[in-house]
């Protein structure tokens, strides 16, 4: 079973550019959950979409968004960048995303680097 | 703010002994606590978890250690290996969203 894939693994922008990254989930998983990861934050909690709706977000501001579509691959976007928005972002799925009884898969990431 | 405090930082172990890693959370909503481990390069792979209605749980090697009045856990890695050596991060969930604490870097010397 093929994992978690995040596309493109690797991305170079500069300041006031946006932005896509992209996000294919296990297949047959439907829950998908953003996070970002810096060595001075960590890992904090972006956005968890489950059947095209997103069910909760993190606190960060709105040039950060995401979306997900029927085949449950998602799409995180950030307009506007800045230079503390260089991160690493990792997506991650689950069949239902109920974290209690379902384990969260965590793709390789995508390393995003605001010149 | 950090919502799960996590310690310590880093700690360097000899093989065959034994790493434990601390964490402690504020909000008694939270409902799951995993450990992941992660290795350079590498996203965050789910090592061992636990509800907070059991005390201890054990998986070969790893063992979480959970104290619910004291809203404290642990995880203790026995007869580490320089395989086990990465960053390993505690966390608690609620809500479909999981809360990280900052991560240890784990170092097994040989």
């Known amino acids: 079973k093929a994992g978690v894939t995040q596309t493109p693994r690797y991305l170079i922008k500069t300041r006031g550019q946006q932005v896509t990254l992209s996000c294919s989930p296990i297949s047959g998983h439907r829950s998908v959950s953003w996070y970002q990861q810096t060595p001075g934050q960590g890992l904090q909690f972006l956005f968890e979409?489950?059947?095209?709706?997103?069910?909760n977000k993190g606190n960060f501001p709105g040039r950060f968004s995401g979306r997900q579509f029927s085949n449950s691959r998602s799409e995180m976007n950030v307009s506007t960048l800045e230079l503390g928005d260089s991160a690493l972002y990792l997506c991650?799925?689950?069949?239902?995303?109920?974290?209690?009884?379902?384990?969260?898969?965590f793709g390789p990431g995508t390393r995003l680097t605001v010149l | 703010q950090q919502q799960v405090k996590q310690s310590p930082q880093s700690l360097i172990v000899q093989k065959g002994g034994i790493s434990i890693i601390n964490c402690a959370y504020e909000?008694?909503?939270?409902?799951?606590f995993p450990w992941y481990q992660q290795f350079p390069g590498k996203g965050p792979a789910l090592l061992i978890a636990?509800?907070?209605?059991?005390s201890e749980k054990k998986e070969g090697r790893f063992t979480i250690s959970f104290n619910k009045s004291a809203k404290q856990f642990s995880l203790h890695i026995m007869d580490s290996q320089p395989g086990d050596s990465a960053t390993y991060f505690c966390a608690a969930s609620k809500d479909y969203k999981l809360s990280f604490g900052a991560g240890t870097t784990v170092t097994v010397r040989a």
């Open positions: 991650a799925s689950s069949l239902v995303g109920g974290l209690g009884t379902d384990t969260q898969y």
């Open positions: 909000n008694t909503a939270f409902d799951y």
């Open positions: 979409y489950f059947s095209e709706t997103q069910r």
């Open positions: 636990i509800r907070p209605d059991v």
